[in-house]
């Protein structure tokens, strides 16, 4: 067995201490959180480019359309054509805050769990070389 | 750092492990509380939904009879000024997940010294 092969042996052996454990699971979890993240930066990139189509507003395929024509006959088809504007308007712009805040959302998970990984791996890596020489070291001697 | 398997090691690391994830979660959770408060839905209120026609079976002509614009108006300046008022909960959210962060942050910093202690204690090393 070369030093290689018998310090992976040594870093299989002592990887169990709670120390690693921990470390190893703060990374876990850290990752999940930065792959969260990436789905819902994908997802809101995918509402960005495929805008959907509002179906619960009153101008939505369920409504009944008599009722907008009795409210054509009675307050006139410009008053409505406003309305129709105004509500698309605003939710075109609903749309649009909502995306932004979709996108912060998605950076403050990877964001806030990035660091956290970055740091914890950087120990288990670390410690680990430190654990491989220090053994290598004792087997040597 | 401690290594050792003991029921006191195994303690600490597991409150640092929680309460890192809660300050993590906190975090987040505050990020997109204040997105709510900084880049709120403007209240969107179709007249329409501020008078319903009475339809009194499937097929017959609804009875229409809706008060003038003015108070069509009226009824929904108060339904937004109610969806502006909900809005107002993103505050408290904020400052809930804030707490969660400012609570968890000292239990970790406590536990997570007392794993150096616990470590100096045993002889480990704690050059990590």
């Known amino acids: 067995m070369d030093l290689q092969q018998k310090s992976g042996v040594i870093a299989m052996r002592i990887r169990w201490d709670l120390e690693h454990v921990y470390l190893y699971l703060v990374c876990f979890v850290a990752l999940i959180l930065i792959i969260i993240g990436a789905v819902n930066l994908t997802q809101t990139a995918i509402a960005y480019v495929t805008p959907g189509y509002d179906y619960y507003g009153p101008y939505g395929p369920g409504e009944l359309e008599r009722d907008l024509e009795i409210w054509e006959e009675r307050f006139g088809a410009e008053f409505v054509a406003g309305e129709k504007e105004r509500y698309e308007t605003l939710l075109e712009e609903n749309q649009r805050r909502r995306l932004i805040r979709d996108l912060v959302s998605g950076l403050a998970f990877v964001g806030v769990a990035a660091p956290v990984y970055l740091y914890h791996w950087r120990k288990i890596g670390r410690l680990e070389s430190k654990n491989i020489k220090s053994n290598a070291g004792d087997e040597a001697g | ?128």
């Not at chain 2, 929680?18 to 209120?45: K, R």
């Not at chain 2, 959210?93 to 942050?105: D, K, P």
């Open chain 2, 1 to 128: 750092m401690a290594k050792a398997w003991s029921i006191k090691n195994l303690y600490y690391y597991l409150v640092c492990l929680v309460t890192l994830f809660m300050f993590v979660g906190g975090a987040i959770s505050s990020v997109n509380s204040a997105m709510e408060i900084i880049l709120p839905d403007e209240p969107n209120v179709p007249i329409f939904y501020t008078y319903y026609p009475d339809y009194r079976a499937e097929f017959e002509r609804p009875v229409f009879d809706p008060p003038s614009l003015e108070e069509l108006e009226a009824r929904r300046a108060e339904q937004e000024n109610m969806e502006a008022y909900y809005r107002g909960y993103s505050t408290r959210r904020l400052l809930n997940s804030m707490a969660f962060m400012i609570i968890a942050a000292p239990f970790y910093i406590y536990h997570w010294k007392r794993i150096g202690l616990a470590a100096e204690e045993r002889g480990d090393s704690d050059e990590n």
